[in-house]
């Protein structure tokens, strides 16, 4: 069994049919797993580039983030986030986030079942393996695929997002978090120190999708607008000591598969579908991929047995 795409959808089907038996290889063209779940080290510090935070509704996923949390690997951050719209300022509660302090990407290291292989898939052909599963945005499943719609499928767009970190001499700002709503530029700001829980004074901002759009070719030519909207939106007074944008091209789906929680088409065998697109729940999000990454893992598991 070959699982292409090592986040976290990946990374739970795979335990899945590790856990049955089931011979697996996971293929991440990347050096390191994580996928949108991303964590890379900015100015000597992990730094969530990627998923900002992890919610949990699923009591499967709940017992999950009780065992990372019992093994250090998640702590809860934060239910209560800011919301910015023009003319108005909330605080609003809601679901508890949680965290992770070696960053989110360690929540996937913990769920492969062995090293995952450093390759970039190109075609199926390439592979010998019995079945393989695609675990990775739509547009990305569609280039290796192609048409689906014979198997009663159809792609989901996905929209792009581009991810700024921001560093500051001091922390000015008493928020956690704040989602923005109406804006032409962001639609997230998160305090990174306080969502690792070491305090360091760094900021990320999440762009809006058209903003994204415009600069996917140059990311940091977007370093300064954003800059110039963090500090509009939190009332600072200073500019960043530092600035490093990310670029996320296929970051969130625009919609979901449905009641569908994966999919499996046939071809010379069987080819399996996973990610936070195939969401029965409504809602992308974490908890979305990782259960669509093991649903389809059981099934599988239960063919190949």
């Known amino acids: 069994m070959a699982v292409i795409g090592g986040g976290i959808s990946g990374a739970a089907c795979a335990n899945v049919l590790a856990a ?28 969530h580039l990627g998923a900002a935070y992890v919610t949990a509704k699923d009591p499967d996923f709940a017992a999950l983030l009780d065992g990372w949390a019992s093994h250090g690997l998640v702590r809860e951050w934060t239910d209560t986030f800011d919301v910015l719209s023009p003319g ?4 609003k509660s809601g679901p508890p986030r949680w965290a992770a302090p070696g960053g989110l990407r360690s929540l996937v290291r913990d769920l492969l079942p062995a090293p995952q292989l450093e ?9 010998d393996h019995d079945a393989i599963v695609l675990a990775m945005p739509d547009p990305q499943a569609a280039r290796l695929l192609g048409d689906v719609e014979a198997d ?12 700024v970190a ?17 804006d032409p530029e962001l639609t997230l700001i998160a305090d990174d120190g306080s969502r690792r829980g070491d305090g360091a004074s760094v900021l990320v901002a999440h762009t809006t999708s058209e903003l994204a759009a415009a600069h996917l070719g140059d990311p940091s030519g977007v370093e300064r607008p954003v800059a110039d909207a963090v500090a509009r939106l939190l009332g600072l007074d200073m500019s960043p000591a530092w600035t490093q944008a990310h670029r996320w091209t296929f970051a969130k789906p625009a919609g979901t598969h449905g009641g569908a929680p994966f999919g499996l088409v046939e071809r010379d065998r069987p080819v399996g579908l996973c990610t936070d697109s195939w969401c029965p729940e409504g809602s992308p999000r974490v908890e979305s991929a990782w259960l669509s990454g093991r649903r389809l893992g059981i099934e599988l598991a239960q063919r190949l047995a």
Do not use: C, K, Q
Not at 152 to 163: D, H, K, L, S
Not at 168 to 175: A, D, K
């Open 152 to 163: 009663g499928v159809e792609w989901v767009t996905f929209e792009p997002v581009i991810a």
């Open 119 to 127: 390759r970039e898939v190109t075609e199926l052909g390439e592979l």
């Open 88 to 91: 108005s300022h909330e605080r």
């Open 20 to 47: 049955a038996g089931v011979s697996v290889d996971v293929l991440e063209r990347g050096r390191a797993p994580g996928g949108r779940m991303a964590s890379p080290e900015v100015r000597g510090r992990r730094v």
């Open 166 to 182: 921001l560093g500051y001499e001091r922390r000015s700002w008493s928020m956690d978090a704040a989602f923005v709503n109406d």
